[in-house]
């Protein structure tokens, strides 16, 4: 079964990069079945998108997001990455990844990662 | 973007009440929608998607319906499990947007 752990500094000083990866078991992050997607929860708030790849490697980002963030795969290590540059206090947020099957759920995410915190502090 | 507003942001309930989720939208995403469970420290779960598509292994008592603008999750008799937030999303187009969640609490 697929499964999906997130990693990543725990902490990040203002203006640095975030980066995180997550590993994916139990399947191929290049397989042409699946679709891979970035979600955050800011404390005190709702889920926000961040974006998604897909098996193509076409990537769509949330405009608010966008000049900023990169999403990737590593085949040859089977995880995803996310990077996101200039951060601000404001992208402190549990991070999820997760995944959207190429099917009738196509769209919804299926399955998700536990997450990961990551504060942006000085 | 597509606005998601849910309502109410918080609900208290019973166990064994029957409880109702709104979320509208702000233009027509025809059917392209997923409800989410969230506990606090869990992973959030699928519970429906395309509006009303009951998501494998997720107990019947939860059913979604509605298209267009507006849509509502139902929880036919709610158990200690259940008390927990839930989050519409838009897959329709991007960016995909959630709505801002409710919080479904012990009365």
């Known amino acids: 079964q697929l499964q999906l752990q997130e990693s990543g500094p725990g902490l990040v000083k203002p203006s640095e990069t975030l980066s995180l990866t997550c590993n994916v078991s139990g399947g191929s992050v290049s397989h042409s079945t699946n679709y891979w997607g970035w979600i955050r929860r800011p404390p005190g708030k709702g889920l926000e998108w961040i974006g998604n790849l897909y098996y193509s490697d076409s990537t769509y980002y949330n405009p608010s997001l966008k000049s900023r963030v990169t999403i990737s795969v590593d085949t040859s290590k089977n995880y995803l990455s996310l990077s996101l540059s200039s951060v601000t206090v404001a992208d402190t947020a549990i991070y999820y990844c997760?995944?959207?099957?190429?099917?009738?759920?196509?769209?919804?995410?299926?399955?998700w990662g536990q997450g990961t915190m990551v504060t942006v502090s000085s | 973007d597509i606005q998601m507003t849910q309502s109410p942001s918080t609900l208290s309930a019973s166990v064994g009440d029957r409880v109702t989720i709104t979320c509208r939208a702000s233009?027509?995403?025809?059917?392209?929608l997923a409800w989410y469970q969230h506990r606090p420290g869990k992973a959030p779960n699928l519970l429906i998607y395309?509006?009303?598509s009951l998501e494998s292994g997720v107990p019947s008592r939860f059913s979604g319906s509605g298209s267009g603008t507006e849509f509502t999750l139902t929880i036919s008799s709610l158990q200690p499990d259940d008390f927990a937030t839930y989050y519409c999303q838009q897959y329709d187009s991007y960016p995909w947007t959630f709505g801002q969640g409710t919080k479904v609490e012990i009365k």
């Open positions: 233009q027509s995403i025809s059917s392209w």
């Open positions: 997760a995944q959207s099957p190429v099917s009738a759920v196509a769209g919804a995410f299926q399955i």
């Open positions: 395309k509006a009303f």
